[in-house]
């Protein structure tokens, strides 16, 4: 209890624990923002870094014009410049086995009208053969893809395949197919107009987080670094106290908690809690070199190891999701491989440029339907306690639409207690 308001503890200042502030009413609570790391925004952050000599991102995350958080964070935080998107829905692929190279145009409106254009859709497909992804929305319980729909042939290795494994960073065929469905409920089903892809030119702490601190900083909410919450006290089903080591919080019964961390940090702050327990990699490669003019913002990858290439200015930047085979390849091996890729796709010399690789080891949780049926929600046990974080049941894979969405959720929950 602060100058006689209650006070909220926000432990980590990630996109959910962000979000979970913003949303938070400074004028009837306190509120404190412990990042146990010496910068904000966790996995979706920009740093700089000296072997480029330029700042980079630590990964590159598709976000769309349908994600409705992502909006509404942007609007907050007054950052909406900072996302650059193309006028329509438009996604372009290249093919490293044949040298094709194709467009793929959903039309602005829900009535996919666009599939019987083929001049807008996957080479060598029929409109019928798009139908079967109307079978994802409609999956329940434990299905995975794979027993949903067809994962084969030309529609699945040129389109469905790198845009799921992009949603979920996991193998689509074993993923969740209620999460896929939520995914293509939220995008494609709702036309063009919702999956207009949303780039941050400048850097996702240009676009997420530095805008949002100086908003937390403006609106009188402190956010403090290096401080790592050691242990959680509770007693008569509430938090009684904070442990950071150097210093214990003790909490009044008006305060509150929002736990926005990592889900094996949350395990063990909170023993007996159910969270996911198998998560995926993701790589980045990063080349400092210029990017062709005629390349597009944004390249499919087919018959690669990387699925999607990156344009920004002076770099090129490639993904790999569901990359758990590549964290024991040798760092310069790794991006050798992937700049061959990228060298073919693009015409640039196959000398390797100045680069560097990325590794996330616990990127998200696997997106499978046992991983997903552990996902807690926002509210616990204890009556001042409430979770955040892209691994909470917020609906969708981990992604950044889903990690804003929780954070609101836990603060809404919060505010209702």
């Known amino acids: 209890m602060q100058d006689g308001k209650p ?215 402190t956010v403090g670094f290096d401080r790592r919450l050691r242990r959680i006290d509770t007693a008569d089903g509430r938090v009684t106290a904070l442990d950071f080591g150097d210093e214990t919080i003790t909490l009044s019964p008006g305060d509150q908690v929002i736990l926005s961390v990592p889900a094996p940090v949350a395990a063990l702050l909170l023993p007996g809690l159910r969270v996911p327990t198998a998560f995926r990699s993701i790589a980045n490669a990063h080349f400092l070199i210029e990017p062709p003019a005629e390349l597009p913002g944004m390249l499919g990858m087919i018959n690669s190891t990387a699925e999607w290439l990156f344009r920004f200015p002076g770099r090129l930047s490639v993904t790999v999701s569901d990359a758990d085979r590549l964290l024991e390849m040798p760092r310069e091996d790794l991006a050798r491989l992937l700049w061959l890729e990228v060298a073919k796709v693009t015409g640039l010399p196959e000398t390797l440029p100045p680069w560097q690789i990325i590794r996330e080891k616990r990127a998200t949780f696997a997106a499978l339907p046992e991983q997903d049926a552990l996902r807690p929600g926002a509210v616990t046990d204890l009556t001042n306690l409430f979770l955040a974080g892209d691994w909470t049941a917020t609906g969708l894979p981990a992604t950044i639409e889903g990690s804003l969405r929780s954070g609101a959720v836990a603060a809404k929950a919060a505010l209702a207690a």
């Open 7 to 221: 006070t909220v503890h926000v432990i980590g200042a990630g996109l959910s624990g962000l979000a979970a502030a913003l949303a938070l009413a400074p004028a009837t609570r306190t509120i404190l923002v412990h990042e146990a790391a010496r910068h904000a925004g966790g996995r979706c952050r920009s740093y700089y870094d000296a072997t480029l000599k330029l700042t980079i991102d630590n990964g590159n995350h598709l976000v769309l014009s349908g994600n409705q958080a992502v909006q509404q964070h942007v609007r907050t935080i007054g950052a909406e410049d900072k996302l650059t998107a193309p006028d329509g829905a438009a996604f372009d692929f290249a093919d490293l086995a044949t040298g094709e190279r194709w467009q793929v145009r959903p039309n602005a409106g829900p009535v996919p009208w666009w599939i019987f254009v083929p001049s807008r859709r996957v080479p060598g497909t029929r409109w019928y053969d798009y139908l079967g992804l109307a079978s994802l929305m409609r999956a329940k319980g434990q299905a995975t893809i794979g027993e949903t729909m067809r994962c084969e042939g030309l529609l699945y290795d040129r389109l469905w395949h790198p845009l799921l494994v992009a949603a979920l960073n996991t193998e689509p065929r074993a993923s969740s197919a209620v999460l896929a469905g939520a995914v293509i409920r939220e995008s494609l089903a709702k036309g063009g107009a919702a999956c207009r892809p949303l780039i941050a030119a400048d850097g996702l702490g240009e676009a997420f987080i530095d805008p949002a601190l100086t908003t937390l900083a403006a609106r009188g909410v």
